[in-house]
């Protein structure tokens, strides 16, 4: 498969509702930013990213995929995958000036267009094509009901809809107001609703200090937490490693690391329970897959955060034995050509040949941005 083409987009789905926020971010949009490769057979990959749908950032990742990956890309065969995100990730110059960010998000869009296009060739799903799926039953944990721009009557209407109409047993809930708490209390009232038996996260989006996030698992050991995500700061590896020796809720972490050294950094620490690993940001599949093998050589789960709305990883997870729960945030999932589909809180096994990251043309066409 000869690369003859790298095509990059930008397309800005809308999010639940007319916006959401967390501790940290609120956004309308979600951001689909990468490339089509196009190869002299005919066949089209598909890759991206996840954005804050932030024109002139996502325009800077799309930059870098047409200025600098698509020259050292173009004759290539794309069969040559290990070989091309080495080539890409560890050219001379862009490793000067990146290594994370801009580079990295580009990286991603492009090695899983390229895995796409192996899975289309092999005419066969990304999970079967790298082996086949390990597991019958991958769980989803439902993030779109929590967060905390809902006030409290209406995300616990949100969360009896999740558990008792759509089949839901995990769910996760933003955590991060000034005043702890207002999140305790919230997290209360969630788990008075829902009973004993529904698995509750919180997610905290790396507000807090650490001083805070310790006074908050204090107050909040008695609500059964299934885990406590990006406590403090992403890369506070120190600051993470003392929280999860003096707490008796796991911490998860990950979507904000860009390297498999990043994520060694953490488990050597002790500093992480849940590995939350993200191709959006380790440079696409290849380097996940890496870090879910160290994940799995220390007995870690992983559980992958949805900066592509699960759509490639719902094939990782069922194809992965460090995986069993994958995150379910539903904003862009009808906008391709087979969607992510939860029934009764359960994944359903993609069947069409490829990654699940071919887009609609009508989504495109309708929702995509210009590239300058």
């Given at each position: 498969m000869k690369i003859t083409a790298v095509e990059p987009f930008i397309v800005h789905l809308p999010v639940t509702g007319s916006s959401i926020s967390d501790s940290t971010h609120n956004i309308t949009h979600w951001g689909v930013v990468g490339t089509r490769i196009v190869t002299d057979g005919g066949l089209i990959g598909y890759g991206f990213t996840g954005t804050h749908a932030h024109l002139a950032s996502d325009r800077l990742i799309t930059s870098c995929i047409s200025g600098c990956y698509a020259p050292l890309l173009l004759g290539e065969d794309a069969n040559d995958r290990t070989r091309l995100w080495t080539k890409l990730a560890r050219s001379p110059a862009l490793q000067w000036v990146g290594r994370s960010g801009i580079t990295q998000l580009a990286l991603a869009a492009v090695d899983v267009a390229l895995w796409d296009l192996a899975a289309k060739q092999a005419q066969a799903p990304l999970w079967k094509y790298l082996g086949g799926a390990r597991t019958e039953r991958l769980e989803a944990y439902n993030t779109d009901i929590g967060w905390l721009s809902y006030d409290l009557p209406t995300m616990l209407d949100l969360t009896r809809k999740a558990v008792e109409e759509d089949g839901f047993t995990r769910i996760k809930i933003k955590v991060g107001h000034a005043d702890p708490a207002v999140d305790i209390a919230r997290?209360?009232?969630?788990?008075?609703?829902?009973?004993?038996?529904?698995?509750?996260?919180?997610?905290?989006?790396?507000?807090?200090?650490?001083?805070?996030?310790?006074?908050?698992?204090?107050?909040?050991?008695?609500?059964?937490?299934?885990?406590?995500?990006?406590?403090?700061?992403?890369?506070?590896?120190?600051?993470?490693?003392?929280?999860?020796?003096?707490?008796?809720?796991?911490?998860?972490?990950?979507?904000?690391?860009?390297?498999?050294?990043?994520?060694?950094?953490?488990?050597?620490?002790?500093?992480?329970?849940?590995?939350?690993?993200?191709?959006?940001?380790?440079?696409?599949?290849?380097?996940?897959?890496?870090?879910?093998?160290?994940?799995?050589?220390?007995?870690?789960?992983?559980?992958?955060?949805?900066?592509?709305?699960?759509?490639?990883?719902?094939?990782?997870?069922?194809?992965?034995?460090?995986?069993?729960?994958?995150?379910?945030?539903?904003?862009?999932?009808?906008?391709?050509?087979?969607?992510?589909?939860?029934?009764?809180?359960?994944?359903?096994?993609?069947?069409?040949?490829?990654?699940?990251?071919?887009?609609?043309?009508?989504s495109m066409a309708y929702f995509g941005k210009s590239l300058a």
């Open positions: 997290l209360e009232a969630v788990r008075r609703q829902v009973g004993p038996d529904v698995r509750v996260a919180v997610d905290g989006n790396g507000k807090w200090d650490l001083p805070t996030c310790k006074r908050f698992c204090a107050r909040a050991s008695e609500l059964d937490l299934f885990w406590f995500e990006e406590p403090t700061w992403y890369d506070d590896v120190g600051g993470h490693a003392q929280l999860a020796r003096s707490t008796n809720i796991p911490v998860a972490l990950g979507e904000q690391l860009y390297t498999i050294d990043a994520f060694r950094s953490f488990i050597e620490a002790g500093a992480v329970h849940y590995v939350q690993s993200d191709v959006t940001r380790l440079g696409g599949i290849t380097e996940y897959v890496q870090v879910a093998d160290l994940a799995h050589a220390h007995r870690l789960p992983v559980a992958p955060h949805a900066g592509e709305m699960s759509q490639v990883h719902v094939h990782l997870s069922y194809w992965h034995p460090a995986s069993t729960i994958l995150e379910y945030i539903p904003w862009i999932k009808d906008h391709f050509e087979e969607p992510i589909e939860v029934r009764e809180g359960v994944y359903s096994l993609p069947q069409q040949p490829g990654a699940s990251t071919t887009l609609l043309a009508d």
